[in-house]
């Protein structure tokens, strides 16, 4: 019994180690990609959509009470949205009519990919999520990736079929960012368990409470992606810098389906 | 049977662990794979249990940021304590076990996986860092217990369902 036990244990151990090695060699990428295709991203798909659906029939059971409250918060909403929008308008008129006299290229549209969110991080400390498209489908390594035109993360880990996005409320995450309002620029991190942080803004600059806050651009991500809104600041007279708590618009952990930048 | 219903719920508990459904008590998953092994670890022999961790972790590791391996080696670990646990001490209790060990075990896996980040200048408050933990805790106690139950029962059925095809046959 005492043999067969350490046998067990051997054998185990051997195979975890075997696993570990080959998959630090890359030599486990392609088996993968066929697990990914024929069994692990539908199955996780599957578990996904179900899981996602109990969240929200859990979520409307425990907000029925305040409904009725945020119902005409949001109709307010909607009609100070509409006024703006109608504002917006005109003043994309004008820009098009002075970008056409200055000789000025018009601004593109992004180019996207949709992708299905099929798995979340198992542990409460990292955050990440896996997407149900890879390479093979034209995506790479630090494509952002948005929803609803609010920043989600950057691709981290592409494999054929699924890739894995760094959340950009992971502690470890950071992109550089700027004020919409006030222009100050700044670097925006996550935070474990809270919102997020911009730093690394310089005193001079101005940033204001409620600003929304944008990407400033880099090699992949284009400029002009919403992060977030600004809902507290910190400056100190001593200190070289400020820094800005935002509010995430969005809340990566109830992600179902998500874009990914391809083309800036 | 009991080993094909064993083997599905180790990969049931880790599915739903990564499936997100688990966002609705301030985003904090429970770790459902680490709640049902130990309880299974309570109540079936230890050479199947080992295999079932085996299974559980591969899951959960193609699933993490982290290094590849590491929930796997963890949940292996912590089986191997737990036998040494049940060997060296006489459990009379084995659901008040099982809760002791879950408690200490996610504390313990959580460190480990916070170390992943530690390296780096990441923004934590300890505050934060604890009332998640705490709020995890309470939520693997809970599941454990659940499955605790579950298991039990299921097992008593299966073994009900052998005993009386057994007697059928002879």
């Known amino acids: 019994m005492r043999n067969r036990v350490k046998t067990t244990i051997t054998i185990v151990l051997i195979v975890v180690v075997s696993l570990i090695l080959l998959n630090t060699a890359g030599v486990l990428n392609p088996v993968k990609s066929i697990i990914d295709v024929t069994i692990s991203n539908p199955v996780r798909l599957a578990f996904s959509e179900v899981a996602g659906s109990l969240s929200k029939s859990l979520g409307v059971i425990t907000s029925i009470g305040s409904l009725n409250a945020k119902n005409t918060q949001l109709e307010v909403q909607v009609t100070e949205l509409k006024n703006k929008l109608s504002e917006l308008k005109e003043v994309k008129n004008e820009n098009d009519i002075l970008r056409a006299q200055l000789g000025f290229e018009s601004r593109q549209p992004l180019k996207t990919i949709p992708a299905r969110v099929i798995s979340f991080e198992p542990d409460n400390i990292r955050k990440f999520l896996t997407l149900d498209k890879g390479s093979r489908h034209g995506l790479k390594k630090g494509m952002p990736v948005v929803s609803s035109g609010i920043l989600v993360g950057t691709l981290d880990e592409v494999d054929s079929f699924s890739s894995k996005v760094f959340l950009i409320n992971d502690p470890e995450f950071r992109i550089r960012a700027i004020g919409q309002d006030g222009r100050a620029s700044g670097i925006v991190r996550g935070q474990l368990g809270q919102g997020l942080l911009m730093e690394k803004i310089a005193q001079n600059e101005i940033i204001n409470l409620n600003e929304f806050v944008i990407t400033a651009g880099s090699d992949d991500v284009p400029k002009g992606i919403l992060i977030g809104q600004v809902e507290g600041i910190v400056r100190n007279d001593n200190a070289i810098f400020q820094s800005a708590d935002l509010k995430s618009l969005i809340n990566p952990s109830k992600l179902e389906l998500v874009f990914v930048v391809t083309e800036k | ?170």
């Open chain 2, 1 to 170: 049977m009991r080993t094909f219903f064993l083997i599905l719920m180790v990969v049931l508990l880790s599915l739903i662990q990564i499936s997100g459904l688990n966002n609705s008590l301030f985003a904090i998953t429970p770790n459902f794979v680490l709640a049902g092994l130990v309880v299974l670890a309570m109540l079936i022999d230890f050479n199947q249990l080992i295999w079932l961790a085996f299974t559980g972790g591969l899951i959960l590791d193609f699933n993490s940021s982290v290094d590849f391996g590491l929930n796997t080696v963890f949940l292996i670990l912590m089986i191997l304590v737990i036998r040494l646990i049940i060997k060296t001490s006489e459990i009379s209790t084995k659901l008040i076990y099982s809760l002791i060990i879950v408690g200490i075990a996610t504390v313990f896996y959580n460190l480990v996986i916070f170390t992943t980040i530690i390296r780096s200048s990441a923004i934590i408050n300890p505050l934060n860092l604890g009332f998640r933990l705490a709020v995890e805790l309470v939520c693997n106690l809970v599941l454990t217990a659940l499955i605790y139950w579950l298991v039990e029962f299921s097992l008593a059925k299966i073994e009900e369902f052998n005993k009386t095809r057994k007697l059928k046959l002879s």
